[in-house]
Nanobody, 124 residues
Framework: QVQLVESGGGLVQAGGSLRLSCAAS????????MGWFRQAPGKERGFVAA????????YYADSVKGRFTISRDNAKNTVYLQMNRLKPEDTAVYYC?????????????????WGQGTQVTVSS
């Protein structure tokens, strides 16, 4: 069982930056691959980024590639999403999620545990 709590969301102007954090409970955090997803009003929840259990490989949606960076610190049971050059279309509730390494992917149905989400609003 893994419990996830996101933080770091807020209001930022276009072109600005935010860093989201996702703190996980439990001693098995390092055995999970982690992902970030987002959901804008009226839209389906979609993939943003993912990272393997070791942090050795990362994956990004095309819309955020080159602007967002996912990372993790297994000693702190935390995964991060550094978001730079933010755009109004990045406005959404951002969720972190955990899955077993062999299920890592872009499909949210592959993820077993979810946080409650944190709001990111980018003003133009």
């Amino acid at each position: 069982q893994v419990q996830l709590v996101e933080s770091g969301g807020g209001l930022v102007q276009a072109g600005g930056s935010l860093r989201l954090s996702c703190a996980a409970s439990g001693r098995t955090f390092s055995s999970y691959a982690m992902g970030w997803f987002r959901q804008a009003p009226g839209k389906e929840r979609g993939f943003v980024a993912a990272i393997t259990w070791s942090g050795g490989s990362t994956y990004y949606a095309d819309s955020v590639k080159g602007r967002f960076t996912i990372s993790r610190d297994n000693a702190k049971n935390t995964v991060y999403l550094q978001m730079n050059r933010l755009k109004p279309e990045d406005t959404a509730v951002y969720y972190c999620a955990a899955t077993r390494p062999h299920k890592l992917g872009t499909d949210l149905r592959s993820y077993d545990y979810w946080g409650q989400g944190t709001q990111v609003t980018v003003s133009s």
